[in-house]
């Protein structure tokens, strides 16, 4: 099975297409490259095939860990804080898919690595965590999710690369565990998953003494590993995949040709990522034919592969259908499944005095930002619940002095997803950051990075808030900011220790209070397609005069879905309207209160557009206001008096507020705060309503009560 690459040039395909129809292989490995071009690759190569190729690709994350343009779900790690395995379940489901929509039968995934070495350099995020439990739970979810569509999965990497401390891509790993061990944990997800039906798995380089008893021999390349102890000891009859040969683990060991050679010998089915196949193909001729490779042999792999080539459909094979490939890749429904893993799978590990959710939103915020990625969307879902200020400051003493009016200071710890592999490790400077600032406020402190972040923070006393937040995308962070302030309750456990402070399987639950959240349309059931056509009608209203500008904002059950501004403050201006502009509560109540109730009883159908308000208030019934209908009040044609300057009865000729109103000290009856330095009479209503009775809007025949945003 060779590499295939669709972002390369002509003659890599070339090179491709010759190793297709020329050497007889058996399937391909993409790596980088975009969607349509693998997809017309796929073809290509597929139509030069005498028996169909296998098509497979590193998926660990959806397509994205190979192919732009594509979706990229959640690491392993950060799926292993969730406690919903159904959803872990679906992330399988709709990764495989996606695979299959691109003509991919095999994800090697999932990762069964139990991630027992903090400093594992090439684990890591790709494992589920440091519990073998929890990564069997959570690897079962992922390929119960895959296989259900078709999708053949691979554990990796047998037999167990997650007590590591160095890259089998560079070098040969060494595994010094017993055998003991390895039967209670490394080995413990693998016998799990074989028994639920598991396809095929991934043979790792690695050096394990316990199991090859040759020093330096990689278990890629081991009769023991592969034959004795995977086939034979744990009774496996799917594929043997061996991990990719260019690999210095394995490249280092032997030659090309050499070690493709070994590693039939050693059991293996499918030889991944081979270097030389000419010279591998003659080599294995010649083993053949010197009898080390017997015909029992040949027919253990052969036939193994046509089967499953045959349990594949490409028996039928039918090429990549290029139509609507971007769309197909990228459902809707991806993002609200992101959302709720996110949901799922943030972590509040502290929580002293309960400073989460935050509920006095008229203390005093500030937000510091440690890392070197974005936080855009942190800071802004943050905004959007009180008045948070970011503060910025090199120098401690300063950025302290800065603080000082503040009364909780939000911290956040932004690494890119991007560079996975990097150590996230907060720096000595970092450190001392929090470490001030601690001492003197109160501090949440949210890691959007793995766990191990914070494993150099010595005193965590000092601290009353700490989130693992695991990943730096834009939805993560909409969701850390919402657990932050209520809208969302945190669920997540933490799939891996953080020294000595906190234990795989440690979290806390907080409790949502009533505050707006955020989500995708589709999640509370609304289209996003059909929501885009509030950006048709918008520029409509703006294009005819009806508005400058507006804020569009839709929620429903509890989330916000759809949040975007249009045009300008006026006419006149070039100030464009933001979503953060605020408006005075008298512009807002027919929206938020006439308009809602008139829609509500339009649908139970006790009015229509056409009803009048002499019909729906008596009160106007022979008024010269009675044959104004719904639709005329509605659309602002109705002829009704625009505007009553109602508080001038309030203030002198100066526009100086009366005593007889406004008192400048607050005392017993006096209720509303109408400014610093002002306060409003309870009996200011009696005014307003005298004017009500002589303005032109009420007919002299009526009277009318009016209730009026003060």
Avoid at 341 to 355: F, Q, S
Wanted: aromatic share 10%.
């Amino acid at each position: 099975m060779v590499a295939a690459y669709s972002n390369k040039d002509a003659a890599h395909f070339a090179e491709v297409d010759k190793l297709v129809s020329e050497n007889k292989v058996g399937g391909l490995i993409f790596f980088q490259g975009g969607p349509m071009r693998q997809a017309r690759l796929t073809n290509r190569f597929q139509s030069l095939a005498k028996v169909p190729l296998f098509i497979g690709i590193d998926a660990e994350w959806g397509l994205s860990m190979r192919i732009d343009s594509t979706f990229r779900y959640p690491f392993n790690m950060t799926l292993g804080a969730i406690k919903d395995l159904k959803l872990v379940e679906e992330v399988g489901t709709s990764m495989a898919k996606e695979s299959k929509r691109m003509g991919i039968h095999f994800n090697f995934a999932p990762v069964l690595d139990i991630n027992t070495n903090p400093k594992n350099p090439i684990i890591g995020y790709r494992s589920f965590g440091e519990n073998k439990i929890n990564v069997t739970e959570h690897a079962l979810a992922l390929m119960n999710g895959a296989q259900s569509q078709g999708i053949f999965s691979t554990g990796k990497h047998f037999p167990g690369h997650g007590d590591t401390s160095t890259d089998s891509h560079s070098t040969l790993p060494i595994v010094n565990a017993s055998l003991e061990h390895l039967e209670k944990i490394e080995l413990y997800p693998y016998k799990r998953l074989f028994d639920e039906g598991l396809v095929s798995v991934m043979v790792a380089h690695l050096n394990v003494p316990s199991l090859e008893p040759r020093e330096g021999y990689p278990t890629s390349i081991s009769y023991n590993v592969v034959n004795n102890l995977l086939r034979n000891e744990l009774g496996f009859e799917g594929l043997v995949f061996t991990d990719a040969l260019n690999m210095k683990g394995a490249a280092n060991f032997r030659k090309p040709g050499d070690i493709d050679l070994e590693a039939f010998l050693a059991g293996n089915d499918i030889l991944l990522f081979a270097e030389n196949v000419p010279l591998a193909v003659e080599k294995i001729c010649v083993a053949y034919q010197d009898s080390l490779i017997s015909d029992a042999r040949l027919a253990q792999s052969v036939k193994k592969i046509l089967r499953y080539k045959f349990k594949a459909g490409l028996n039928k094979y039918k090429p990549v259908e290029p139509i609507n490939l971007y769309k197909d890749l990228n459902p809707k429904s991806n993002e609200t499944l992101q959302y709720q893993l996110y949901e799922n799978a943030v972590t509040v590990v502290k929580n002293d005095g309960n400073i989460l959710p935050i509920k006095n939103l008229n203390q005093k915020i500030a937000y510091v930002k440690l890392g070197d990625d974005t936080n855009s969307s942190f800071v802004n879902t943050l905004k959007k619940y009180t008045e948070v200020t970011e503060v910025s400051e090199t120098n401690i003493d300063t950025l302290l002095s800065k603080l000082t009016d503040y009364e909780t200071v939000i911290i956040g710890y932004h690494k890119s997803d991007k560079s996975w592999w990097k150590s996230p490790e907060l720096t000595v400077p970092e450190l001392q950051i929090i470490d001030s600032i601690s001492k003197t406020k109160k501090v949440i402190i949210d890691c959007f990075a793995k766990p191990y972040s914070l494993s150099k923070i010595l005193n965590f006393n000092e601290l009353e808030g700490v989130i693992v937040s695991y990943q730096n995308g834009d939805i993560a962070q909409e969701v850390s900011a919402e657990i932050i302030f209520g809208a969302v309750d945190a669920k997540g456990l933490l799939p891996v220790s953080i020294n000595g402070n906190y234990k795989a399987g440690d979290g806390i639950t907080t409790q949502k209070i009533n505050r707006l959240g955020f989500a995708s349309p589709e999640s509370v059931g609304m289209s996003s397609e059909k929501l885009k056509q509030i950006e048709t009608l918008a520029q409509k209203a703006i294009d005819g005069k009806m508005a400058p500008g507006m804020q569009v904002l839709v929620a429903r059950k509890g989330k916000v879905i759809y949040q975007k501004s249009f045009g300008k403050q006026t006419y006149e201006g070039n100030v464009k309207v933001k979503n953060s502009d605020l408006y005075d509560v008298a512009s807002l109540t027919k929206i938020v209160s006439t308009l809602p109730n008139v829609m509500q009883v339009y649908d139970q159908k006790k009015v229509t557009l056409e009803t009048t308000l002499g019909e729906m208030l008596p009160i106007f019934k022979g008024s010269n206001k009675q044959q104004m209908t719904f639709k005329e009040l509605l659309s602002h044609y109705g002829r009704m008096q625009a505007w009553i300057p109602f508080y001038k009865a309030t203030v002198d000729s100066a526009k100086i507020p009366l005593d007889k109103y406004y008192k400048k000290v607050y005392t017993e009856g006096f209720t509303k705060r109408v400014s610093d330095s002002l306060f409003l009479r309870d009996d200011y209503h009696d005014t307003i309503m005298k004017q009500i009775i002589k303005s032109p809007l009420i007919d002299k025949k009526n009277t009318v009560t009016a209730i009026l945003p003060l």
